[in-house]
Nanobody, 127 residues
Framework: EVQLVESGGGLVQPGESLRLSCAAS????????MNWVRRAPGKRSEWVAT????????TYVESVKGRFTISRDNAKNTMYLQMNDLKPEDTAVYYC????????????????????WGQGTQVTVSP
């Protein structure tokens, strides 16, 4: 079965960095685009970034451009999100999601284009 396990979240101060990891199993990881999606308290889910199956094309929500970097290591079935210069508004549960295909077809992607979700990892940015 498809399994996505996020790790790396935590409590940091504004301006600090975190690196999230997503360990994937149960499918051919290298064939699918992957996404990071976040949900802040009291808000709807917000798409953050997508990386295509080959790892050579990335797309980000405007608010994280220049600060976050999505990457993947297909040999390790792992996806990453490097988050620099974190801001309080980045506070959310971050989810690793499997895309329905190999690349992003709509920008931003629709929630129905994520066919599997991980359990999420909490990121809190506060003094």
């Amino acid at each position: 079965e498809v399994q996505l396990v996020e790790s790396g979240g935590g409590l940091v101060q504004p301006g600090e960095s975190l690196r999230l990891s997503c360990a994937a199993s149960g499918f051919i990881f290298s064939k699918y685009a992957m996404n990071w999606v976040r949900r802040a308290p009291g808000k709807r889910s917000e798409w953050v970034a997508t990386i295509n199956s080959g790892g050579d094309d990335t797309t980000y929500v405007e608010s994280v451009k220049g600060r976050f970097t999505i990457s993947r290591d297909n040999a390790k079935n792992t996806m990453y999100l490097q988050m620099n210069d974190l801001k309080p508004e980045d506070t959310a549960v971050y989810y690793c999601t499997k895309h329905v295909g190999s690349q992003l077809y709509t920008n931003p992607p629709d929630v129905n284009q994520y066919d599997h979700w991980g359990q999420g990892t909490q990121v809190t940015v506060s003094p």
